[in-house]
């Protein structure tokens, strides 16, 4: 199972991004993908998950109406679209998958981070 986040950057106040997770090693459609972020001299902390029905779970109440996960199976992606960013955003954004359900604190893999900076 490899997991391979990317799409971060530096952008300012109210600006968009969107994270890219490739996936492989699995048989994508049947997995859980989920989004986490870890800020500096925090604790990591789940964003968004999708289940393999599909099915969205917000972890991050702040992030409700501004960010969006989809999955295209064709290309084993799963994407987090982030608007209207602020710098409690400002996070290494990780994504996890696991093979059972969105779990908040037992994902069972792992990719490597890509930092989103939001620069005031």
């Known amino acids: 199972v490899q997991l391979q986040a990317s799409g971060g950057g530096l952008v300012q106040v109210g600006e968009s991004l969107v994270l890219s997770c490739d996936a492989s090693?699995?048989?994508?459609?049947?997995?859980?993908i989920g989004w986490f972020r870890q800020a500096p001299g925090k604790e990591r902390e789940g964003v968004l998950c999708?289940?393999?029905?599909?099915?969205?779970?917000y972890y991050q109440d702040s992030v409700k109406g501004r960010f969006t996960i989809s999955r295209d199976s064709a290309k084993n992606t799963v994407y987090l679209q982030m608007n209207s960013l602020n710098p409690e955003d400002t996070a290494v954004y990780y994504c996890?998958?696991?093979?059972?359900?969105?779990?908040?604190?037992?994902?069972?893999?792992w990719g490597k981070g890509t930092q989103v900076t939001v620069s005031s």
């Open positions: 996890a998958a696991d093979d059972l359900s969105c779990h908040y604190d037992g994902m069972g893999y």
């Open positions: 999708i289940n393999m029905s599909g099915g969205r779970i």
């Open positions: 090693g699995f048989i994508f459609d049947h997995w859980a």
